[in-house]
C-alpha cells in the first residue's frame, strides 16, 4: 500500500523586517483615519514558508513520504529547487506564469507588535490543481490555501475515496457554517487550535461530541497545554513537549500536523500520534524559520524516547 501523503496548502516567502522603534509612538489615535507613514527597517530576512511545505518539511524528517500541491509564482524557481534538495516531490507544483509567489510581508517593532501584508498571488489558482492526477495517495490534509482550492481539493478527496483532514486555519473566516459543516461531513479528521475550533463551532452551530462524531479523529490544539484528541468514543489527552528553547513558534502548528500524518499513515494508536505531533511541535518551537531545523528520523526517535519512554517505531 503507498504511504504517499498529499500536500494541499499555501507556498509563500515570508519577509520579516525589524522597527527598532515602537509602533504607538508613530501612530497617533486621533489621526488613524488618515495614516500616511514610514517606518525605517534595518534588518530584513526571507524565509521561505506557507503551511503545505512546512507540513512536508517535517514530514520528511520523521521518513514521510510527502507530494506538495500548489502553486508558485513567476519568483518561484528557487523554491522549486530547495525543495528538490530536501527531497519533497514537487510534480505536483503549478507554475502560474503572470502571477508572484504569495508572499506575507511582516513589520515588528520592538515591541514584538506585528504590521503584516498578505499577497496571495498565486494561492488564488490553486483549485486549477487536481487530485485525481496525483496517482495513488494513502491521505491527503487540505491546509489554509486559496479559498477555491481548499473546497475543490476536499470534494476532489471524497469523490476519489481519500481520507484527508481539514486544516482550516488562518482562512477559517472564508468559510460559511454551511460550508464548514461541507468539509466535516467529507473529512476524516478535523484539526485546529483552540480559538479556531470555537470558532468552528459558533459558525456550525454544533457541538464538541457532535463534530466528534462525523469524523475518526477530532484534533484540538492548546498551545503550551497540549493538545485533545478525540476519536472512536475516547478522548486522548496529549502533553505539550518542553522545548529546550522557545525561539520562533512560526510553524509549530505545522509540524504537528505532520506528527499527525505519519500516525495515520503508519496507523499508530492515537496517543503515540498525538505525541509524535507533539514532539515536532516543540522541536520546531526551538528554531527560527518554518524549516530551519534538521533531525535524522533516529534522532527524532530517540527525542520520543527521552520525552515519553518508549519507542513508536
Given amino acids: ?23 504607538a509612538e508613530t501612530l497617533l489615535a486621533d489621526q488613524l483615519h488618515r495614516v500616511n507613514v514610514s517606518f525605517l527597517v534595518p534588518t530584513m530576512r526571507l524565509e521561505y514558508g506557507g503551511c503545505a511545505v512546512n507540513i512536508a518539511y517535517n514530514l520528511k524528517l520523521l521518513g514521510g513520504e510527502p507530494l506538495v500541491m500548489g502553486t508558485i509564482g513567476q519568483d518561484g524557481g528557487d523554491y522549486l529547487e530547495r525543495m528538490k534538495k530536501q527531497g519533497i516531490e514537487t510534480r505536483a507544483i503549478r507554475t502560474i506564469g503572470d502571477a508572484y509567489t504569495a508572499q506575507c510581508f511582516v513589520t515588528a517593532d520592538q515591541d514584538n507588535n506585528q504590521i503584516n501584508a498578505f499577497h496571495p498571488g498565486a494561492m488564488q489558482y490553486s483549485h486549477e490543481n487536481n487530485v485525481a492526477d496525483q496517482g495513488l495517495l494513502r491521505v491527503a490534509i487540505i ?37 464548514l459543516i461541507r468539509f466535516i461531513d467529507g473529512a476524516s479528521y478535523l484539526a485546529c487550535n483552540d480559538y479556531e475550533f470555537e470558532v468552528v463551532m459558533d459558525r456550525t452551530g454544533l457541538s464538541l461530541a457532535d463534530i466528534a462524531g462525523r469524523l475518526e479523529a477530532l484534533i ?35 509540524a504537528y500536523r505532520a506528527g499527525l500524518l505519519y500516525g495515520i499513515i503508519n496507523s499508530l494508536d492515537w496517543a503515540t500520534t498525538g505525541r509524535i505531533a507533539s514532539l515536532l511541535g516543540a522541536i520546531k518551537i526551538g528554531s527560527t524559520g518554518g524549516q530551519n531545523h534538521s533531525f535524522t528520523p533516529q534522532e527524532i526517535e530517540q527525542k520520543f524516547e527521552a520525552a515519553f519512554g518508549y519507542k513508536f517505531r
Avoid: N, W
Fill in 143 to 179: 491546509s489554509p490555501d486559496g479559498r477555491d482550492g481548499m473546497l475543490k481539493h476536499a470534494a476532489d478527496c471524497a469523490a476519489q475515496g481519500i481520507p484527508f483532514m481539514f486544516d482550516p486555519g488562518q482562512q477559517l473566516p472564508m468559510f460559511s457554517g454551511e460550508e
Fill in 220 to 254: 484540538v490544539t492548546r498551545g503550551g497545554e497540549g493538545s485533545d484528541i478525540y476519536a472512536g468514543g475516547e478522548h486522548y489527552r496529549i502533553p505539550a513537549v518542553k522545548a529546550d528553547e522557545i525561539v520562533d513558534p512560526t510553524g509549530c502548528g505545522d
Fill in 1 to 23: 500500500m503507498t504511504k504517499t501523503a498529499l500536500i494541499c496548502g499555501s507556498i509563500a516567502f515570508d519577509k520579516i523586517m525589524q522597527y527598532h522603534g515602537r509602533f
